[in-house]
T-cell receptor, first 114, second 112 residues
Framework: DTGVSQNPRHKITKRGQNVTFRCDPISEHNRLYWYRQTLGQGPEFLTYFQNEAQLEKSRLLSDRFSAERPKGSFSTLEIQRTEQGDSAMYLC????????????FGPGTRLTVL | EDQVTQSPEALRLQEGESSSLNCSYTVSGLRGLFWYRQDPGKGPEFLFTLYSAGEEKEKERLKATLTKKESFLHITAPKPEDSATYLCAVQAGGNQGGKLIFGQGTELSVKP
C-alpha cells in the first residue's frame, strides 16, 4: 500500500495524559500536513512541514501540541496534558508541490479523552 | 478572512435523482479549489482540483464546476454507493502556504 498511513487508528486516554500519533506520508511527497476534524465539521488545519522544516502553525495549535518531522520522512504529533476538548479525528495528509498541490489524506487517528 | 460555506448541510436523494451541491468561498487569491469525498470513519478521498473560473472536471457520475465565487458538484443519476460526505476546500495564494480551508461538508444520502 503506497498511501498515507497513520498509527494508531484509535486512541482512548484519560484527561491529563500525553499521547503521540504517527504519520507516514507517501514516499516521494515532501509536504506533510496535520488537520483536526470534529463531528459534523470539515478538517481544520493545524500545521505543515516541507521536508523537515515546520513552515506554519495554526493559532488552534496550543502550547500543549507539538509536531516533528525528523529527516523529512514520517511525522509525529504529540498532545500533552490532554483535555476532553482534544477529542477529535486527527488527519495527516501529504503532497508533492510545486504549484497547486493535491493533498492525499490518511485514514486518521480517532482520539477519545475520558 | 478566507472562508468556505457549503450547502445544503444534508441532502437525501432517490437513486437516479440528479442534484447539485454548492460551495461558496471567499479567499485572498485562489490557487485551487478541491473536492473530496469522505466516508464515515475514514479520511477524505481526493476527487477534483479546479484552478480557474469556467473550468469543469468530470469523473463517473460527478461533475465539478467553478465560478469566481462558488463551485458546484453535480451528481447525475446517483447510486446508493455515492452516499458520503462531500467536502469542498480552497487553497489561497500569496504567502498562505499550502494549507486547505474546508467547508463543513454536505452529507449525501442516496436511497435505492
Amino acid at each position: 500500500d503506497t498511501g498515507v498511513s497513520q498509527n494508531p487508528r484509535h486512541k482512548i486516554t484519560k484527561r491529563g495524559q500525553n499521547v503521540t500519533f504517527r504519520c507516514d506520508p507517501i514516499s516521494e511527497h515532501n509536504r506533510l500536513y496535520w488537520y483536526r476534524q470534529t463531528l459534523g465539521q470539515g478538517p481544520e488545519f493545524l500545521t505543515y512541514f516541507q521536508n523537515e522544516a515546520q513552515l506554519e502553525k495554526s493559532r488552534l495549535l496550543s502550547d500543549r501540541f507539538s509536531a516533528e518531522r525528523p529527516k523529512g520522512s514520517f511525522s509525529t504529533l504529540e498532545i500533552q496534558r490532554t483535555e476532553q476538548g482534544d477529542s477529535a479525528m486527527y488527519l495527516c495528509a501529504s503532497s508533492f508541490p510545486p504549484g497547486v498541490d493535491e493533498q492525499f489524506f490518511g485514514p486518521g487517528t480517532r482520539l477519545t479523552v475520558l | 478572512e478566507d472562508q468556505v460555506t457549503q450547502s445544503p448541510e444534508a441532502l437525501r436523494l432517490q437513486e437516479g435523482e440528479s442534484s447539485s451541491l454548492n460551495c461558496s468561498y471567499t479567499v485572498s487569491g485562489l490557487r485551487g479549489l478541491f473536492w473530496y469525498r469522505q466516508d464515515p470513519g475514514k479520511g477524505p478521498e481526493f476527487l477534483f482540483t479546479l484552478y480557474s473560473a469556467g473550468e469543469e472536471k468530470e469523473k463517473e457520475r460527478l461533475k465539478a464546476t467553478l465560478t469566481k465565487k462558488e463551485s458546484f458538484l453535480h451528481i447525475t443519476a446517483p447510486k446508493p454507493e455515492d452516499s458520503a460526505t462531500y467536502l469542498c476546500a480552497v487553497q489561497a495564494g500569496g504567502n498562505q502556504g499550502g494549507k486547505l480551508i474546508f467547508g463543513q461538508g454536505t452529507e449525501l444520502s442516496v436511497k435505492p
